[in-house]
């Protein structure tokens, strides 16, 4: 690979390397696995480069990419039957001790419980709408679907997620 | 009871995916119906809280480990081209074999040990078991008028024993 085109892939590393990790772990909850597959991820698109024409191509190819491992690797961890063991969310319960920040947390965790308990696909459009700020267009072109599926997935996700968190609504 | 179209709007809204015109529309009926204001303040907080379900990125110098393992890997490019030598050499060392068939050692005398010399009736390489039996031998003087170069300096000795 010429100089310049490995400069700019790096760029992309720099760049992206945290964002796909952000997916990845949300997507399977488990750090080294998360780890493996933004590794993978950038090892597919290295092999790739000199294939991609412009930015755009490149981060939604890789989120795809990304989606795709996680995909496959939450199928093969349910067929085996294994559970995530390590969990590696921040928790903020044991810095605070107000009661507010009590309640505070313990909506934050209901949340969590919520979004693990959606499907892949749900996942994914929440995870990349909601922490990677991306539009129903790019969300659509990654997931290969029609904005207005994604619209309407975002929107059930939220829904659903507010009637089943009916009960605490301390704080919301 | 909340009003229906304007549930959907306003997730749309806090995803910043509406237009200017729908933008004021929302805010405009925000501002007279309590029932969706009151909406609207749930999915806000609900998107703050999910936001503040934060993970540990791993530090640039894990990642930048992690890079020099990447840039190791060949392209594709590189890859597809091992397959392609490989190909190309096996087909070199084919042909040659064959250059070496057709160029074979048949109708070359042999000297044979104790028995003497014999033309050589098969293609090489064989094992010599395979010579012997596929040989006319020859007396010395015949040897000479057939191949006179052969009788001083013989193509190859097989052994009988």
Not at chain 1, 21 to 26: N, P, S, T
Not at chain 1, 114 to 141: G, H, M, S, W
Request: some cysteine; glycine content about 4%; aromatic content about 10%.
């Amino acid at each position: 690979m010429p100089d310049e085109k490995k400069i700019v892939f790096e760029g992309f590393y720099k760049d992206y390397a945290g964002k796909l990790y952000g997916v990845a772990f949300r997507m399977v909850n488990n750090r080294q696995d998360a780890m493996d597959i933004v590794q993978e991820s950038f090892i597919r698109a290295y092999k790739n480069w000199e294939k991609f024409r412009n930015e755009s191509a490149v981060s939604t190819w890789l989120y795809k990419i990304t989606l795709n491992l996680s995909y496959d690797f939450l199928k093969k961890r349910s067929r085996d039957g294994i559970l995530p063991i390590e969990k590696d969310f921040e928790d903020r319960r044991l810095d605070e001790c107000h009661e507010k920040d009590i309640i505070n947390a313990d909506i934050v965790d209901s949340i969590k419980k919520e979004i693990d308990n959606l499907t892949p696909k749900q996942k994914t459009v929440f995870i990349l709408k909601c922490y990677e700020e991306l539009t129903y267009e790019e969300i659509a072109r990654i997931t290969n679907s029609r904005v207005g599926t994604v619209k309407a997935t975002y929107f059930q996700v939220l829904q659903k997620i507010r009637k089943n968190l009916g009960g605490k609504k301390n704080g919301m | 009871m909340v009003c229906k179209r304007y549930e959907r709007l306003l997730v749309d809204y806090l995803a910043g995916e509406l237009s200017q015109a729908e933008q004021e529309a929302v805010k405009g009926h925000l501002k007279e119906c309590s029932k969706c204001a009151g909406l609207f303040e749930e999915y806000r907080n609900l998107l703050e809280k999910s936001r503040q379900i934060d993970i540990s990125v791993p530090e640039w110098q894990v990642w930048e480990k992690k890079l020099s393992e990447i840039k190791a890997v060949r392209p594709y490019r590189i890859r597809l081209l091992k397959p392609a030598v490989a190909m190309v050499s096996l087909l070199l060392l084919i042909s040659v074999f064959f250059v070496r068939m057709t160029d074979n050692e048949k109708g070359k005398v042999a000297r044979t040990g104790k028995n003497g010399y014999g033309i050589v009736l098969t293609k090489l390489p064989y094992p010599e078991k395979t010579i012997l039996e596929n040989i006319e031998y020859i007396d010395e003087e015949s040897a000479s008028k057939l191949l006179d170069v052969v009788l001083d300096t013989p193509v190859f000795t097989i052994d009988e024993n």
